[in-house]
């Protein structure tokens, strides 16, 4: 399985979620996160500490990623157009990170537009950096990609300093010593399940129209 993250805009919380997508995958297989990013925020985010998966440089990709390992793609932010068509092309679910704000959604709405475009949709947008009670953001950013028809994964990520505390220790967010660090946790497991309830439905629908398979009995 191939999940890439990916955003028009920075500060989205693109590799707070490739690094909680590649532990909660690492619990269901090999998994290796690829750091594509020129910020190499991901491998930073590695050497200050001890992730349960591999972290590589994409040149070293080829050589580390095993036919069987799941894979996840930290890129570059506000990828050109081409690099996104390139993305969208060799992955199994292009992840898209927003956080409910003005500048954040204009940005989102240039990825669906030109990934409409070049007629892909196996993408799912995810909301991040959600404030907390009684700020109503988060739900009514929700509710208005609903009315939209674009996809969105249910459960979205809240706003909690533990993650900022994981960033700093080199950790996923469940090691850190924060009251919130297992709510934030609990918020990507439940991400990862529908990733594989998604993933599983595909499978499901491409097994259905492949060919039977037609036995010589003679």
């Not at 590695?46 to 994409?58: K, M, T």
């Not at 007629?119 to 959600?130: A, D, F, G, K």
């Not at 996923?172 to 439940?190: F, I, S």
Request: hydrophobic share 40%.
């Amino acid at each position: 399985m191939i999940i890439t993250v990916a955003s028009f805009k920075g500060g989205v919380g693109k590799t707070t979620s490739a690094i909680h997508l590649a532990a909660f995958l690492q619990g269901q297989g090999e998994t290796v996160l690829i750091d594509a990013d020129p910020n190499r925020s991901a491998l930073g985010w590695a050497s200050r500490g001890e992730l349960p998966f591999s972290v590589v440089d994409q040149w070293d990709a080829e050589e580390t990623i095993k036919p069987s390992s799941n894979v996840v793609i930290d890129t570059p932010a506000r990828p050109i157009p081409e690099d996104l068509a390139a993305l969208a092309r060799t992955c199994d679910l292009l992840v898209l990170p927003t956080t409910p704000d003005v500048l954040a959604l204009d940005a989102l709405v240039l990825t669906v537009e030109y990934l409409k475009a070049i007629s892909t949709s196996h993408y799912r947008i995810l909301i991040t950096s959600i404030p907390p009670r009684p700020s109503k953001a988060g739900q009514e950013v929700k509710e208005l990609l609903q009315e939209a028809n674009l996809p969105i994964f249910d459960q979205g990520i809240r706003r909690f300093a533990a993650f900022q505390k994981a960033a700093l220790q080199g950790v996923p967010v469940y090691m850190v010593k924060d009251q919130r660090a297992e709510t934030g946790w609990q918020d990507y497991e439940n991400v990862g399940g529908e990733i594989l309830e998604i993933m599983n439905v595909r499978d499901l629908e491409n097994n259905a129209t492949e060919e039977p398979e037609v036995k010589d009995f003679f």
